[in-house]
């Protein structure tokens, strides 16, 4: 293995390390010894030369993504101790060994203290992101250790990290296959059927991220007309159908994700669905009054703190149209996913929307990711997922 390089913060730039928080800013770094590549494995050090922390070093505003707070070798068995670790985490809540749920996230980044990774589960499928170099490079002896740990219970591991790695990166990413072959693309979830294209779909192939909340809907749907926007793989379409609703619509811009959503409804024997390929915004003109539960998941708005204001904008203009439409009474359900979008200010975003529509609105519930999205409480930024269940009068 590279001997590993030697980074020197500035003076008073490591006390978010010493907070365990696991980035390191390059803004913070006082000097780099030796000629360091993106992906090397560096120790950080304070001004003292006091050791703070070992990570990968990337280009770009965050240059260092701490995966271990102890001086170490991060060889097969490292990584093997960390997974381990995550899948420990999966039995404790219930998943790693679930009949009626075998689709969920086996790794993920930050909040499995290995930053830059993620690996979501599904039926015997593990598909692995990484979004830095230093996590591609590992991600042999993440295999192996993935194998070894798991058994008969892994099929196939599917490297989906073309999309996802830094854009200037000198080493490039080439989705495909590192091990074995799958033996189904069907999963349950809550005892819900799904087909998952992680090869073709978005991001590793499905939302795994919403199961709970998707699990929440059904207590509201029963006999209800239900509006399901920016649907992709129709998740929450299905939880709607099987749950009593009198009728559900799909809708996205997507012929593909269209094309999914009508095929995991007739996977699960549904009847009485339709789906729309349409801009939602184009589809939500004209409905007043048409639905009793509108779902609003739409994709990130923003992925930048350069783009966010322009977010906003996207999302209160969405939620109004939404509250403008929704039947008296309605129940809305309605999400951001963008990190850079904190919880307090999708909050507001939301408010000003209400004002926008002349709508009176209750907060029912506040969601967010699941327990195998887990979020390290030195690193808050991995609560990426806001929700609001809202009445609208």
Same mark, same amino acid.
């Given at each position: 293995m590279q001997q590993k390089?030697?980074?020197? *913060?500035?003076?008073?730039? =490591?006390?978010?390390?010493?907070?365990?928080?696991?980035?390191?800013f390059s803004g913070a770094i006082k000097k780099i010894y030796g000629d360091v590549q993106e992906g090397d494995v560096v120790d950080v050090y304070d001004n003292k030369d006091n050791f703070l922390g070992t990570g990968h070093y990337q280009i770009g505003s965050i240059a260092v993504r701490v995966f271990s707070f102890n001086q170490v070798i991060p060889d097969k068995n490292f990584w093997k101790e960390k997974i381990l670790s995550a899948i420990n985490y999966r039995k404790q809540l219930g998943l790693y060994d679930n009949a009626h749920t075998n689709v969920y996230r086996l790794l993920f980044a930050e909040g499995d203290g290995m930053p830059g990774l993620i690996i979501d589960f599904y039926n015997g499928t593990a598909v692995l992101q990484t979004h830095s170099i230093g996590m591609h490079l590992a991600k042999t002896e993440i295999t192996d250790a993935l194998r070894e740990l798991m058994g008969?219970? *892994?099929?196939?591991?599917? =490297?989906?990290s073309e999309e996802t790695m830094p854009k200037q990166a000198k080493v490039k990413a080439t989705n495909g296959y590192l091990w074995g072959k799958p033996e189904s693309n069907e999963v349950i979830e809550n005892g819900k059927k799904f087909f998952i294209d992680w090869e073709g779909g978005q991001k590793t192939g499905f939302f795994v991220d919403q199961r709970e909340n998707r699990s929440i809907l059904e207590k509201y749907v029963s006999g209800k007309k239900v509006l399901n926007t920016f649907c992709y793989t129709g998740g929450f379409s299905v939880y709607a159908g099987m749950a009593g609703a009198a009728?559900?619509?799909?809708v996205d811009s997507s012929k593909k994700a269209i094309y999914l959503t009508d095929k995991n409804i007739a996977l699960n024997n549904l009847t009485n669905h339709q789906s729309f390929a349409i801009d939602t915004f184009d589809f939500l003109k004209d409905k007043e009054g048409d639905y009793d539960v509108i779902i609003l998941d739409p994709p990130a708005f923003a992925k930048s703190r350069d783009v966010?204001?322009?977010?906003?904008?996207?999302?209160k203009r969405l939620n109004a149209e939404a509250m403008k439409q929704i039947k008296k009474g309605g129940i809305l359900f309605t999400f951001s996913c963008s990190q850079v979008v904190d919880r307090y200010?999708?909050?507001?975003?939301?408010?000003?929307?209400?004002?926008?529509?002349?709508r009176k609105v209750r907060v029912i519930q506040h969601l967010s990711q699941p327990a195998d999205h887990p979020v390290n409480i030195f690193h808050p930024e991995g609560e990426y997922l806001k929700g609001l269940i809202l009445q609208v009068e």
């Open positions: 390089i030697k980074i020197t *913060l500035s003076s008073g730039k =490591d006390q978010s390390l010493r907070r365990f928080h696991p980035w390191v008969d219970k *892994l099929k196939c591991v599917y =490297d989906k009728e559900v619509h799909s966010k204001h322009n977010a906003v904008m996207g999302y200010l999708f909050n507001h975003t939301i408010t000003s929307a209400a004002i926008v529509a002349g």
